[in-house]
C-alpha cells in the first residue's frame, strides 16, 4: 500500500501564487493589460517602485510560464515590448475580483486606497500626469 500524502507544491494555489501572484506580477500584468495589452520597460520603472533587476526576473518568469511575449523591434536605439498572451489576458478577470474585493474591504474598513491602483481598475479618473510618473510629485 503507497502512503499518500498531500503534495502542497503540487496543489493549484501554490501554482497560482507562483505564475501570478509574487509580490510585482500581478502589478505587471495589470499594467500590460491597461496599456492596451503592451507596453516597454521603462513604463514599468516609470510607474511602479521596482529596481531594474527585480522587474527583468519578475518580466522573464512571466515569459517562461507563458502569460506574457516579448518582441524586440530591431530600430536603434532596440525597443523591446512585453504584450500579454491568451493565457495572460484570461488572468485579468481574476485580479479585478480580487482588487475589488480588496477595494471593498479596505473602504468598509476606511483604510487609504492608491490612487493608480484606484485609475487602473476604473475607480477613479484617470490623470495622464499622474499615471506616466506617480512616484514623481507633480
Known amino acids: 500500500m503507497t502512503n499518500k500524502i498531500y503534495a502542497i507544491e503540487n496543489d493549484p494555489y501554490n501554482f497560482m501564487n ?17 496599456d492596451g495589452g503592451s507596453t516597454r520597460f521603462s513604463r514599468f520603472t516609470k510607474q511602479l517602485p ?3 533587476k527585480v522587474l527583468s526576473q519578475s518580466l522573464r518568469e512571466l515569459e517562461e510560464d507563458d502569460i506574457i511575449t516579448r518582441t524586440i523591434f530591431p530600430e536603434v536605439p532596440v ?3 512585453y504584450s ?4 495572460g489576458k484570461s488572468i485579468i478577470p481574476i485580479l479585478d ?15 487609504k486606497i492608491d490612487t493608480l491602483g484606484e485609475m487602473w ?15 514623481k510629485k507633480i
Not at 481598475?121 to 512616484?135: N, V
Request: net charge positive; aromatic share 20%.
Open 18 to 34: 507562483k505564475t501570478i501572484f509574487s509580490k510585482w506580477k500581478p502589478y505587471i500584468i495589470k499594467g500590460i493589460y491597461f
Open 50 to 52: 521596482i529596481t531594474e
Open 79 to 81: 525597443r523591446v515590448e
Open 84 to 87: 500579454l498572451t491568451e493565457l
Open 97 to 111: 475580483l480580487i482588487y475589488n474585493w480588496g477595494w471593498n474591504v479596505m473602504n468598509e474598513r476606511n483604510i
Open 121 to 135: 481598475h476604473g475607480y477613479k479618473e484617470k490623470e495622464d500626469g499622474f499615471m506616466i510618473h506617480p512616484f
